[in-house]
């Protein structure tokens, strides 16, 4: 509410001049504050308060946050007072920092900053002053300190009319909360505001006790409530509506008078209304702000998520009178949480994945090399070669599930190459539909834009998506796969602005319940009779490390239409399709793995191949063996460094060592975690190529032959 300022100027009292124009005389005990939007208002008001002080024979303190700066303040004040200088020199006008009255070691102890009042008073009236003129800027208040601050506020209110004092307190607008205005407004005698390049002032209930019927509560913060993002209500005991501000139509579509003088508990979701009528008659009249997270029903039938804070405000005879609060739309804040809370989970996983991953990739190389042997020394014989590439292709499919396995792996990055990816899309689909009675309808627009991608990681993605559509979807029909260029706007679905090519997945199943659709992309969640629930997630996932977004909209009963968004490629890049290749070769090889098997098997094959071959178990074992060849007749022409060895020292660290010894040292990472930065990478850590596990016996035979070849030239 805006008070007529001449009421306060014909209080009996002491009255002094406050300098500000628009408040006149104030008296002793006058505790003021100020809601200032920048530098410029507080000045605007500072200044001249401080000027009527210094003339009145007033000691002037001024708590300053930092902002604005003290040299600020005085060059303001030396525009209305030329003579500042000298009163600061004579101790008439102090400047303290906050972090040297308000706060010790960072906390703010009330009781003592109210005997230091005190006890500078009592000296100011001592040394001749005829009071003290104080104001202190809040700028400096943290979230963890404002209920403490507020108690210490009241306190003034109550012992400050007994003092020769006036107290001015100056609070930033935009940092305050809407529940923490009104604490600044109903703590203060009354509240100096600018609105419309005017300056208003607001008067506290707490002072006029003669106005403290509800109805006017609505007039005292107008200014307040109009301003606010947050919806500001209050309603009586029986929970009829008697105001909501009117910002609730922006946030939620109801008018004021939609809501207004029914039950307020309507407006939120049946499932949570009898909770919450409960809870709050269960709060403790006027000491307790309950806070409430629950859901509402929009106008328009959508759910919102929405945060309350509330006070009760007792009536007479200690009765309850109404309930006064803020609400706040928290529903943008949920997804956010609700995403981070998704990448937390797949991430905890990740790690778990990614361990057994590793481990499963070192036991499935001696088998894959192994048979990759024996399938070269029995080319000649039909049936026992067949059954070396029966063996040989189980275990390939072990080594894709490891390969799915190391999706969720902490730190493992896709192997991007450029792809085709009219293909990849189309193989995917027609793969992961092979055998059902689902046939594909696919709309690909013309001139597809290219990408650059981890090809097996995407299939993944694509064909879990079908797959889904596929166990939905029950007595055959079409499933729509649509591909198309977009230009992404900045955020939207989460993504950078950029070129994206858009895969639409659509089906005619069943669809998704709004219960569930929420929970789809959650590691182990499934509907499905003996599901694991990992197929959306691994997708999910896979999609985040290509920088992309997977989306989901449903109908239940009508069908379910997943997209996908994966960057374009920002040059025209070109595919590359590369043939198996077997490749004689003669080096001396330092070959360092901890485990026994790995050892065999490699070395094995890399003596087959015409290398002569030598072990180590881990890193140091290796760089000793390398320093005693070095200045030998037969230095190692390669070394294969595993990049991860329990209690010992590791590939990437053996690397650094090893090229501290000799610079054109030729060394390869191997690693079970096969899709770690460091195979993707590898040049970047010192490293001359990378052979992920499980590996056959062409790629280690290709790999040492560039290598060693090039060591050569």
Same mark, same amino acid.
């Given at each position: 509410m805006v008070y007529i300022l001449k009421e306060r100027t014909g209080m009996k009292g002491n009255n002094r001049r406050s300098g500000i124009v628009f408040l006149g005389d104030i008296p002793w005990g006058t505790h003021i504050c100020q809601l200032y939007s920048g530098k410029d208002d507080l000045l605007e008001i500072l200044a001249p308060y401080f000027r009527a002080g210094l003339e009145n024979n007033e000691l002037c303190m001024w708590i300053a946050s930092g902002t604005p700066e003290e040299n600020e303040i005085s060059g303001a004040m030396q525009k209305v007072m030329p003579d500042l200088d000298e009163y600061i020199k004579k101790g008439r006008f102090k400047i303290i920092p906050y972090d040297e009255w308000y706060l010790i070691n960072n906390e703010f102890d009330a009781e003592r900053v109210m005997a230091l009042w005190d006890k500078v008073l009592g000296q100011a009236l001592a040394d001749g002053y005829e009071g003290i003129r104080a104001a202190g800027d809040t700028a400096w208040l943290q979230k963890k300190h404002w209920e403490s601050f507020r108690k210490y506020e009241e306190a003034i209110n109550g012992v400050i009319e007994k003092y020769r004092m006036i107290a001015f307190c100056a609070y930033p607008f935009k940092k305050c909360e809407a529940s923490e205005v009104l604490d600044v407004i109903q703590n203060h005698e009354f509240t100096v505001i600018r609105q419309d390049n005017e300056w208003k002032v607001l008067g506290s209930r707490l002072f006029k006790k003669e106005e403290r019927k509800l109805d006017e509560a609505e007039k005292k913060y107008r200014m307040v409530v109009d301003n606010s993002s947050d919806i500001i209500f209050s309603f009586d005991t029986s929970g009829k509506v008697d105001f909501i501000s009117p910002n609730i139509y922006q946030l939620l579509g109801y008018k004021q008078e939609d809501v207004t003088g029914g039950d307020w508990l309507q407006l939120i979701h049946p499932d949570e209304r009898e909770s919450i009528r409960n809870n709050l008659s269960n709060v403790a009249e006027n000491e307790l702000r309950p806070r409430y997270i629950f859901? /509402? $029903? +929009?106008? &328009?039938?959508?759910? @919102?998520?929405?945060? @309350?804070i509330s006070r009760f405000i007792a009536g007479s005879e200690g009765k309850t009178a109404y309930m006064v609060g803020v609400i706040r739309d928290i529903t943008e804040r949920r997804r956010i949480e609700a995403e981070l809370e998704k990448t937390e989970r797949l991430e905890m996983l990740g790690i778990f994945a990614g361990g057994i991953a590793h481990d499963f990739n070192n036991m499935l190389t001696p088998i894959l090399g192994n048979i990759g042997l024996l399938k070269i020394r029995h080319s000649s014989r039909k049936e026992e070669k067949e059954l070396l590439e029966e063996a040989e292709n189980a275990g390939r499919r072990a080594k894709e599930l490891t390969h799915h396995l190391l999706t969720f792996a902490r730190g493992g990055e896709p192997v991007k190459k450029p792809a085709k990816t009219v293909k990849l899309i189309k193989d995917s689909v027609n793969f992961a539909l092979h055998g059902s009675d689902l046939k594909p309808e696919f709309l690909i627009q013309k001139d597809l834009w290219q990408t650059e991608v981890d090809s097996g990681q995407i299939n993944q993605a694509i064909s879990n998506i079908i797959l889904n559509a596929r166990q939905a979807v029950k007595g055959g029909g079409l499933i729509t796969i649509r591909a198309d260029n977009a230009v992404v706007r900045q955020g939207e679905n989460g993504l950078k602005e950029g070129r994206y090519v858009k895969i639409g997945i659509q089906d005619k199943g069943p669809g998704i319940s709004e219960e569930h659709i929420g929970k789809i992309f959650n590691p182990f969640f499934t509907t499905k009779k003996g599901g694991i629930g990992l197929g959306l997630s691994i997708a999910y996932s896979?999609?985040?490390?290509?920088?992309?977004? =997977?989306? /989901?909209?449903?109908?239940? !009963?009508?069908?379910?239409?997943? #997209?996908?968004?994966?960057?374009?490629?920002? #040059? !025209?890049? +070109?595919t590359e399709e590369t043939a198996k290749a077997f490749y004689e070769g003669k080096g001396n090889i330092l070959l360092m793995d901890d485990e026994e098997q790995v050892r065999n098997t490699m070395g094995r094959v890399l003596m087959h191949f015409g290398y002569s071959v030598s072990f180590a178990r881990e890193g140091r074992e290796a760089i000793d063996l390398y320093s005693k060849a070095l200045n030998s007749k037969d230095p190692f022409d390669a070394v294969?460094?595993?990049?991860?060895?329990? !209690?010992? $020292?590791? !590939?990437?660290?053996?690397? /650094?060592? $090893? $090229?501290?010894?000799?610079?054109?040292?030729?060394? =390869?990472?191997?690693?079970?975690?096969? &899709? &770690?930065? /460091?195979?993707? &990478?590898? +040049? +970047?850590?010192?490293?001359a190529a990378a052979i992920p596990k499980p590996c056959s016996v062409d790629v280690i035979s290709s790999v040492m032959h560039g290598v060693v070849k090039g060591r050569r030239d």
């Amino acid at each position: 509410m805006v008070y007529i300022l001449k009421e306060r100027t014909g209080m009996k009292g002491n009255n002094r001049r406050s300098g500000i124009v628009f408040l006149g005389d104030i008296p002793w005990g006058t505790h003021i504050c100020q809601l200032y939007s920048g530098k410029d208002d507080l000045l605007e008001i500072l200044a001249p308060y401080f000027r009527a002080g210094l003339e009145n024979n007033e000691l002037c303190m001024w708590i300053a946050s930092g902002t604005p700066e003290e040299n600020e303040i005085s060059g303001a004040m030396q525009k209305v007072m030329p003579d500042l200088d000298e009163y600061i020199k004579k101790g008439r006008f102090k400047i303290i920092p906050y972090d040297e009255w308000y706060l010790i070691n960072n906390e703010f102890d009330a009781e003592r900053v109210m005997a230091l009042w005190d006890k500078v008073l009592g000296q100011a009236l001592a040394d001749g002053y005829e009071g003290i003129r104080a104001a202190g800027d809040t700028a400096w208040l943290q979230k963890k300190h404002w209920e403490s601050f507020r108690k210490y506020e009241e306190a003034i209110n109550g012992v400050i009319e007994k003092y020769r004092m006036i107290a001015f307190c100056a609070y930033p607008f935009k940092k305050c909360e809407a529940s923490e205005v009104l604490d600044v407004i109903q703590n203060h005698e009354f509240t100096v505001i600018r609105q419309d390049n005017e300056w208003k002032v607001l008067g506290s209930r707490l002072f006029k006790k003669e106005e403290r019927k509800l109805d006017e509560a609505e007039k005292k913060y107008r200014m307040v409530v109009d301003n606010s993002s947050d919806i500001i209500f209050s309603f009586d005991t029986s929970g009829k509506v008697d105001f909501i501000s009117p910002n609730i139509y922006q946030l939620l579509g109801y008018k004021q008078e939609d809501v207004t003088g029914g039950d307020w508990l309507q407006l939120i979701h049946p499932d949570e209304r009898e909770s919450i009528r409960n809870n709050l008659s269960n709060v403790a009249e006027n000491e307790l702000r309950p806070r409430y997270i629950f859901r /509402v $029903l +929009k106008k &328009d039938g959508n759910i @919102a998520f929405m945060e @309350a804070i509330s006070r009760f405000i007792a009536g007479s005879e200690g009765k309850t009178a109404y309930m006064v609060g803020v609400i706040r739309d928290i529903t943008e804040r949920r997804r956010i949480e609700a995403e981070l809370e998704k990448t937390e989970r797949l991430e905890m996983l990740g790690i778990f994945a990614g361990g057994i991953a590793h481990d499963f990739n070192n036991m499935l190389t001696p088998i894959l090399g192994n048979i990759g042997l024996l399938k070269i020394r029995h080319s000649s014989r039909k049936e026992e070669k067949e059954l070396l590439e029966e063996a040989e292709n189980a275990g390939r499919r072990a080594k894709e599930l490891t390969h799915h396995l190391l999706t969720f792996a902490r730190g493992g990055e896709p192997v991007k190459k450029p792809a085709k990816t009219v293909k990849l899309i189309k193989d995917s689909v027609n793969f992961a539909l092979h055998g059902s009675d689902l046939k594909p309808e696919f709309l690909i627009q013309k001139d597809l834009w290219q990408t650059e991608v981890d090809s097996g990681q995407i299939n993944q993605a694509i064909s879990n998506i079908i797959l889904n559509a596929r166990q939905a979807v029950k007595g055959g029909g079409l499933i729509t796969i649509r591909a198309d260029n977009a230009v992404v706007r900045q955020g939207e679905n989460g993504l950078k602005e950029g070129r994206y090519v858009k895969i639409g997945i659509q089906d005619k199943g069943p669809g998704i319940s709004e219960e569930h659709i929420g929970k789809i992309f959650n590691p182990f969640f499934t509907t499905k009779k003996g599901g694991i629930g990992l197929g959306l997630s691994i997708a999910y996932s896979i999609i985040k490390r290509h920088d992309g977004a =997977v989306t /989901v909209e449903s109908e239940t !009963g009508r069908g379910t239409t997943f #997209n996908i968004y994966i960057p374009a490629s920002s #040059n !025209g890049t +070109k595919t590359e399709e590369t043939a198996k290749a077997f490749y004689e070769g003669k080096g001396n090889i330092l070959l360092m793995d901890d485990e026994e098997q790995v050892r065999n098997t490699m070395g094995r094959v890399l003596m087959h191949f015409g290398y002569s071959v030598s072990f180590a178990r881990e890193g140091r074992e290796a760089i000793d063996l390398y320093s005693k060849a070095l200045n030998s007749k037969d230095p190692f022409d390669a070394v294969i460094v595993d990049m991860i060895i329990p !209690g010992g $020292l590791g !590939g990437k660290e053996t690397a /650094v060592e $090893l $090229l501290k010894i000799s610079p054109g040292a030729r060394i =390869v990472v191997t690693t079970g975690y096969s &899709d &770690d930065p /460091v195979i993707s &990478d590898y +040049k +970047k850590y010192g490293f001359a190529a990378a052979i992920p596990k499980p590996c056959s016996v062409d790629v280690i035979s290709s790999v040492m032959h560039g290598v060693v070849k090039g060591r050569r030239d």
